[in-house]
Every structure is written in C-alpha cells, then in structure tokens.
C-alpha cells in the first residue's frame, strides 16, 4: 500500500496555497479612472468592509476598469468558502452604473500563481496564421487530464472593423447611429414559429446575417428619392483584422503568442509537462514554418529540488544505519533501521489519504523526521539488549525493556509533537506554505510509536538468538572509553554544580545578544534560472514608443553568452509583478530565461549585473527593475511602505520626499513606486444650453464620441465556429488630430447634424492613468530592494519610520506611511510563531508534568530548550546564515526534539531513587546507564540532517539553514543534557530538602 501511495502522489516544487485572495473586476469600457473610483470601487469596498475574517482592502481604478483585491485571514477552508459567499452577495447588491458589466469575482492558490510551464510559439508568419496555430495548439493541450487552464497572452481576437470616413459622412449628412442601425437590421436570423403542410411541420426562419464579408460593405444605409441606394461601403471601409493593438509580445525577437498553462490539485506536475513536451513537438513537426520554446519548465526545479531532498535523505538514511551498525551491531541496526522503511510507508500512506503531493516541503519533514524514527526503536532495543546482557532470554527481555521505557518514550514523541504540530497553525503565507511539515513530522512519529512497540518487539523476540552472560560487540570498548570520560566530567559538574549553572545562563544571554548580530532575512530562497525586467517609461508614452524600449532591452539582453541563454520574451503593454499585473501603454517586461546553474559558470546576480551594465544608456525609460526570480510564496519586496492621505497632488508631494530619503540610506537600492502621473487628455465639456435648443443631452452626445473613437460593437459575423466582432468606428485618418474631434458629426433628433465643436467645449489635461487604495483610502506604493552585505530591511524601515515622523510628518501631518511587504509579513509571522512557540512549551510541560507527577522535573527537562537556542546561533554566526523565518521554525522545532534525552535520563534517575538509591548514585548510575542511548537517539538524528545541513547532497538556500539550526541545536543541547541536567537535577533536590520535602518513597521495581 505504501508502494502504491508513493507512485499515486502528484510531483510538485511545492505544496498548493490557498492565498485566501479574493479579486472582484468590473468592467466598464471608456470611463474615466476617478469616475470607476466613485462609482465603482469605492462602492464595491463599502459593501464588503464589514464582512468577518478580512484582512485588507485594495484596489486600482483605472481607464474602464476596477479591480478590487480582498485579503482574508488564515482560517478554515469552510470559514474561508462562507466569507467567499458573503462577498458574493454583498458585492452582487452594488448598484452599478449604467454600461458597467458584471462583476466577476474569482479566488486565487498557488497553482494559478505560477504555471506548469509557458508554451511559447513564434514565426515569420502573418498575425492571422500565428494566432489559428495558438488556438490550435492551445486546444490540444486543453485536452491534457488535469489542465485547468491554457491563458493566451499575445494575440489578439479577430474582428470586423466597419471604418467609417468622416468627410464622406460629413457630404452625405449621415450620422454614426443611422449606420450603426442599419447593420444591426440587416444582420439577423429570426425564428417565426412553425407551420403545418400536410404531414409535415416546419419551421420558420428569416435568414439574415451575414455569409461573407462582401455583404456587410453592400448594406443598405439609406434609399434616395431618386431610387438609388447609399450602400456602407460608400462611406465606409470593411476589414476582417484583429481587435485594437494593447500589448506586444515577442521571442527571440520574433512575433509570439505566450501559452500559459497551469493545472489543478490532482495533476502530477513532471508527468504533465512530459505530455505537453510530446504535444509540441508532435505538433511542431506538422508545422516546421514556426518554432516553439518551452519556458518557465517547473519540472527541472521539481527534479532538481527533490533530488537534492532525496538524495540526501538517501545518504542521513545510510549514515544512520551505519552508526547503528557502529553501535548496536549488525542484527540491532537492522532491527532499528526496519522502522523507517515502515514507518515512511505508513506516513505516505496517509498523505495520499490526506490528498498532499510528494513536493519539497512534504520531503523536508520525511528528511527532518528521518533521524528521529530510529529513536523509540533505539531507547525500546537498547534496554532490551540491556536485559539479554544481563542472561534474560530474548522474550523476557524485550518484556521488560519495553515496558520500562514505554512512560519516557511515549512521552518524548508526544512532547516532540506538542512543540510541531502548533506550527501548522501559523497565519500568514508562510504559515500555509510550511504547514505540511508538522503534520508529516507527527504523523511519522505516531507511526514510528506504532512500529517501536507493535512490531519491533516481535523481531526482537523472534531474531535476537540465544541470550548470552556476557555480549559484546565492537563498540563496547569505545563506549567503555567514553563511558568513563563522561562519567570522570559527570562528577566534576555535579560537586560545581552551581558554577556550572552561573556558566549555562551566561552562555544563555551571550547567545540572545549574538542575536544582534546575526541579520535578519524573511524568507530563503533557493535560485531559479529566469530574470524578468521590468520597465516603466514616461506617463503618456505610446505604446509603440514603449515597445522601442522593450526592443532595444531584448537585443541587449540577446548579446549575453549564448551558452547561458535559452530565450528572451518580451511585452509591451502589460507588467505581470508579484503583487499585480499593470496594463498600461508606457509599461513593459522582458523575461530572460537562462540555463540552469549547473550548466553555466556564473549565478544569477552577476549576469543581472552584467545587463545592468548592458542597459544603462537605453533612452525613454523613467525607471527599470531587474530582478531575480524567486522560489517559496510572495511576500513582496523588502522595502514596501504605502503614503496614505486624502488628495493625490499631495500624495505624489510625499511620495517623492520618502523616495529621497531611501535614496540616501546605504545599501537601498531599485527604489520605484505605482504612481502614474497619467495621460494627456482632451476633455470634452458639453454646453447644456446649446445642447437643450438642440434637444440633445450629454449623455447622447458622450455616447456618439464614444463609439467613433472608441468602436461601438454592432453585432457578430460568424465563420464556420468561430465568432467576430463586428466593430464600427472613424477610420483611422478620421482620428488623428484635435480637428478630428472637434469636427465630428453630431446627428439632431429633429435630423441633420451639428458639429460637436458647436455644443460642446473641447480642452486638454492630465488624466490619471490609474488610482489606487489600500484600506479604503488612497495609496501610492514605494518598494525597494537592499544589499544585504550593506544593511537589512529591518534596519532600513525603521530609519525610514524615523525620519518620515521626524520630517516629512510635519510638513503633511494628515498623510501617514504603511510598511507592509516582506516586513510586515515577516512580523507577523515573527509574532505568530513566538505565541505558538510558547502554546507547545506549555503542552510539553503538560505532558512531562502528567510523566513525572511533579511541577519541578518539567522544568529541569525543559532547561535544555535554552541549550538549543545556544546552538542554534552559534550554528547561525559560524555558517553565515540569517535569522528568518526558516531558522526560527528549527528553533521552535527543537524545543520538542531536545527534552527527549533529558525525559529518558530523569526518567531513569527518579526509578533508581524509587529503589533506595541516594541521589549521587542514581545520578551517576542514571549517567552511566542512559549514556547509549542518549548519545545514539541524538547522533541519528543528527546524522539523518547532516547531508542536508552541510549540502552533502546538494545545498537549499531553504533548506540548509533550518537544518543546520537543528543539528548545531542539538549537538550542544545532547552535550549539556549529559553534564548541565544533572547538575540542575542535584540543585533541585538541594531545594527539596531546604525546602524539607519528603525524600522518595522506597519501591520495589520488577
């Protein structure tokens, strides 16, 4: 069964994240950006302000859209599904202005975040033959099982423009509307019912539309007196072309169409991309005029990753088993080595059960847990063996061997599990991107308890051979040797036992002031082989002028060694960032994809910085980003603070005084900001009382200007199954120019015409290109990266929260700042993780309170967790690593880890004073007796993360800090316990007897 769960569970790079973002769009063509901010936006975040569980509200207004983003908090799926409906509702009761168009309201994980892989098709062919081979191909992989979406970015849908000649419309006195109707008359089928002809029934229809392209240039406009005919191709141009130009997109400098494909829960990602790699290349021998590149391949991560997680659990699974073999001899360390094959089978078990994926996160806690599984079976084997050394038989002997360390050792697994398992409740991102690695560690332990007391006595049992006086094994003579050396430094701790405590709390505060020294990291981030650049040019470019830009960056990006480059896409128009997608005329990306880094000399930063250096001279571009793609959830930029505040002039005022200030601080770097001044606009002010003489209202007059500058869809012509849009608007030289505008038609209900330059005054001005609120307020963004050889962002937010409270605030007390990003995420998770660190703390003392029958003992196991946290950082200052959230997840995971040995060791101590041995003794025998199996339950573990720790099979910048807190943790926590609890134990039973406590009660012990 295990066999088969493993071969069932989906490959992914990592396991899906429900972000709990809820995106509510709305769109309503033409209208200005203040306009979808006051009746759209604003109205859309007032109805959903007061719903439970929201966490934030944002939103951009922009040129006939409004996208209003909802950020919920972490709670239950079923929680999460009724805040989802309560929105639904609340924003479907938003009374929308006339012309706006539904809202659409979607959710949004991980697996939409971040596709499978692009398919990307390119060509020397025409824009029509490029897009019918994009929908071609994006049909085929749709029929892929588990793909939930193929997203096309780069074509345009085909449509039908009608483009009217103005001058010709001015001479034949004929209006945009009077066209517009005689399209939509001529274009129709209508069903009439039916009739019944003898036995037979028909069915009526009037057959209408349009056959073929000629027919829509030979409609009828207008009947002459005379009897001729004023047919639309006399006043206008028909053409089957493509909807108006928004974006570009190109690869390798060739016209592109992007296929981005992403797949749902149960889709096994390297098994999918293998089938979409035969589909293209299936396809592309069909098609040898055009080539396709695969970009953005997740497989190769996927591989790489779990590759270095399996090989290194292969190799702590080898080294495991060979210190078992050092230490227990051979049929021992295949007793104990049995139970993590088992016990791996079981935990896979349950997570195809539990619908989890076999991705790096789900292998970490496999990696993490590894060394631990071996512990109950050593602690139950270990006394076992005791027993046969002293002439039981192998049945009585694993009778009493087990039993006695049944107590400590289900206690030990409970309280490594108290301190993890509150892990899965960490809010935020992060919380739900590691939340799998609690409940595989628990669920391993609990099956490794299984397999210690329910099978591994059997094999004991039934394998162990004749009981002998007197076994030995090849290690007996080490042990002996360090047996003694323990026991001569055991002695010396015990008679300074207060020195050696003054000695512990001092190392305790050196290790918390070492903490200022190590810097601070959210979240690591292991390399990914693909930069993206992203571009800003100045408010009211062109898109054609941005695309120049987007151009000249490819081609210069294009002369990087071509044995580190796979393909260079570029897009003008549209800006896909890790917090938004912008789709504006003066902004622009180009995404790099380049070998993997076992195939190139050098890594990422240094090629960034080389095309730095390669693009610094291009003109036209207001600000330019080069960044690194990087694996793990979004959790923005380090620097990110938002100018809150009432009026935008002001806020743009401020803006710029705290980017001035971030420029001056060392170390800051790639300093931009969301604010777009906007375009030049021609705004068009109707005269009411001219237009009332003329019976016409602003709203037909605003409704005509619309349609022929902007299109005005008159129907659908149909070809074969495909759709078009048939659009009417000016031709092209009908609007070029401001006598354009101001010369256009403007038809009177009473017929006849007047120009819009008659009843309406036509100024220019700058329009806002997008408006954007955080929290119900509006908000200008400014985001930053830091050297982290020069500073850290923690570092920087706070100069920047004194010198704006110091500076800034005072000239503008009415406008504030909001530091979010990976600072804010990193706080909260900070904060989140101290309340769960200290909720286990108090399970494991609950536990070791029920163990032991005492309040004092707890605390005296528990005195090891401090002996870790003095690992941990010195592990941290020796390797180089940063403090993150990583790092602090092993700290609080080895809270429940290191109280293990110490649980078995008084456990030990408090029997031998049951018989009526005095507390020196019961130390020392406690010492001497429980050396082994302390020592091999905390080299095991160890062993298990040392490949990982060291990078033996390959390093994870995610990964190898939080296994190296643990070994570094662990390894001191082990040589304390053995030196600094039974001291600490002997100052408490000097306070019992100060304090004239009873001494033990004699008893005897089978």
């Given amino acids: 069964m295990g066999i088969v769960a493993l071969t069932n569970l ?41 719903i439970d569980y929201i966490n934030t509200i944002s939103s951009i207004s922009s040129e006939g859209k409004s996208r209003v983003l909802i950020k919920i908090k972490s709670i239950s799926e079923s929680k999460y599904d009724r805040v989802l409906q309560d929105i639904r509702t609340e924003v479907n009761k938003v009374h929308l202005p006339d012309g706006a168009e539904d809202p659409y309201i979607m959710s949004f994980s991980s697996y939409d975040f971040v596709p499978l892989i692009s398919v990307v098709i390119s060509g020397d062919v025409s824009e029509l033959k490029l897009n019918k081979y994009a929908d071609e191909l994006k049909s085929e992989l749709e029929e892929i099982d588990h793909i939930s979406g193929v997203n096309k970015f780069g074509g345009r849908d085909r449509e039908i423009w009608v483009q009217t000649d103005p001058a010709k419309m001015k001479g034949y006195n004929i209006s945009f509307d009077e066209i517009a109707v005689a399209i939509l008359s001529r274009n129709i089928n209508q069903p009439a019912g039916t009739i019944d002809i003898g036995r037979k029934v028909y069915s009526i ?27 639309l191709k006399d006043v206008a141009a028909v053409a089957d072309t493509f909807e108006r130009r928004r974006t570009t997109s190109r690869t390798n400098g060739k016209n592109s169409i992007n296929l981005s ?43 790489d990753i779990l590759g270095k997680l399996e090989w290194n659990a292969v190799v702590g699974m080898l080294f495991v088993a060979l210190l078992l073999l050092i230490f227990l001899g051979w049929r021992n360390a295949i007793f104990a080595a049995l139970g993590i094959p088992v016990t791996f089978m079981l935990t896979f078990i349950f997570m195809w059960q539990h619908g989890d994926s076999f991705n790096s996160n789900s292998l970490f806690g496999l990696v993490l847990v590894l060394g631990m599984l071996v512990d109950d079976a050593i ?12 002439g039981y038989n192998s049945a009585k002997a694993v009778a009493k061997g087990a039993v006695e360390v049944a107590g400590p050792v289900i206690s030990s697994v409970m309280t490594t599990i108290a301190a993890f398992l509150p892990l899965m409740l960490l809010s935020g991102i992060i919380g739900r ?45 080490f042990l002996e040797k360090v047996r003694h050396l323990h026991l001569r430094f055991l002695k010396k701790s015990i008679r300074h036992r207060y020195r050696v405590l003054l000695i512990f709390l001092v190392l305790a505060a050196l290790a918390g002031m070492g903490m200022k020294l190590i810097p601070v990291e959210m979240f690591a981030h292991d390399e990914i082989s693909l ?41 003008a128009g549209i800006m896909q960032t890790e917090e938004e997608w912008i789709n504006s005329p003066d902004v622009g ?23 730095k250096q390669k693009c610094v001279d291009i003109p036209g571009i207001k600000s330019i980003q080069f960044e690194e793609v990087k694996t793990g959830p979004p959790v923005g930029k380090p620097i990110e603070v938002k100018v809150k505040g009432k009026y935008l002039d002001k806020l743009r005022e401020v803006a710029d005084l705290v980017e001035k200030e971030l420029a001056t601080i060392d170390g800051v770097e790639n300093i931009s900001d969301n604010f777009n001044k906007g375009i030049l606009e021609l705004r068009i002010k109707v005269n009411e009382e001219k237009a009332a003489l003329l019976h016409l209202t602003v709203k037909q007059i605003s409704g005509i200007v619309k349609a022929a500058f902007n299109g005005m869809k008159v129907g659908v012509y149909r070809e074969g199954d495909e759709e078009m849009n048939i659009r009417l608007i000016f031709s092209a030289s009908g609007r070029n120019s401001l006598s354009d505008v101001a010369d256009m038609l403007i038809p009177l209900p009473s017929g006849g015409s007047v120009a819009l330059s008659d009843v309406a005054d036509i100024s220019t001005a700058r329009e806002y290109t997008d408006i954007r609120r955080y929290n119900r307020e509006r908000a200008i963004t400014i985001s930053a990266d830091v050297d982290k050889n020069k500073t850290s962002a923690l570092r920087v937010n706070q100069e920047l929260k004194n010198r704006f409270r110091n500076k800034i605030q005072k000239i503008y007390p009415d406008y504030r700042l909001d530091f979010g990003g990976e600072m804010k995420e990193f706080a909260e998770s900070f904060s989140n993780i101290n309340e769960l660190f200290a909720f286990g703390l108090i399970l494991v003392y609950i536990i070791l309170s029920a163990q032991f029958k005492s309040w004092m003992q707890p605390f005296i196991i528990m005195f090891t967790i401090p002996f870790a946290f003095i690992g941990a950082m010195f592990g941290l200052m020796v390797n180089g690593f940063p403090f993150s959230i990583t790092t602090m997840y092993g700290i609080v995971a080895l809270a429940g880890i290191v109280v293990n040995d110490s649980t078995v060791l008084i456990d030990f101590i408090n029997k031998s004073r049951l018989r009526g041995d005095s507390k020196w003794w019961a130390i020392m025998q406690g010492g001497r007796v429980r050396l082994r199996p302390i020592l091999l339950t905390s080299i095991t573990t160890i062993g298990g993360l040392l490949p990982m720790a060291v990078g033996i099979g390959g390093k994870s910048e995610v990964w190898q800090p939080l296994a190296n807190t643990i070994v570094w943790g662990l390894t001191v926590s082990t040589l304390m316990t053995l030196f600094v609890i039974p001291a600490i134990y002997a100052i408490g039973e000097d306070i019992r007897e100060r304090l004239g406590f009873k001494p033990y009660k004699t008893i005897e012990l089978d």
């Fill in 10 to 50: 989906p490959r992914e790079l990592y396991p899906k994240i429900d972000f709990n973002w809820v995106f509510v769009v709305v769109l309503h063509p033409g209208v200005s950006p203040e306009e979808v901010e006051k009746f759209i936006s604003i109205p859309i975040e007032d109805a959903v302000k007061d």
């Fill in 205 to 231: 229809r009037t057959i209408g539309e349009f056959d073929n392209i000629e027919e829509i240039g030979n409609v009828i406009v207008r009947t002459g007196r005379g009897g001729g005919y004023l047919r």
């Fill in 261 to 303: 494909i992403t797949k749902d829960v149960e889709g096994n990602t390297i098994g999918m991309i293998e089938q979409i790699r035969e589909v293209a290349s299936n396809w592309n021998k069909r098609h040898p005029n055009v080539k396709i590149i695969l970009t953005g391949d997740t497989s190769v991560r996927i591989k």
């Fill in 379 to 390: 602690v139950v084997l270990e006394n076992s063996y005791r027993y046969i050394e002293m």
């Fill in 433 to 477: 991107f590691m939340k799998i690695i609690p409940i595989i560690v628990s669920f391993a332990l609990v099956a490794s308890l299984f397999e210690a007391f329910l099978i591994l006595p059997s094999h004991i049992a039934d394998w162990s051979g004749t009981p002998k006086k007197k076994h030995t094994h090849r290690s007996s003579k």
């Fill in 531 to 571: 930069i993206n650049v992203w571009v800003r040019t100045p408010s009211g470019t062109s898109l054609g002028q941005t695309d120049k830009v987007i151009k000249e960056i490819e081609k210069r990006a294009m002369s990087l060694p071509s044995n580190e480059l796979i393909a260079v896409s570029g897009n």
């Fill in 589 to 611: 990306q180009v995404k790099i994809d380049i070998v993997e880094r076992w195939e190139r000399k050098r890594g990422i930063r240094e090629i960034i910085e080389e095309l």
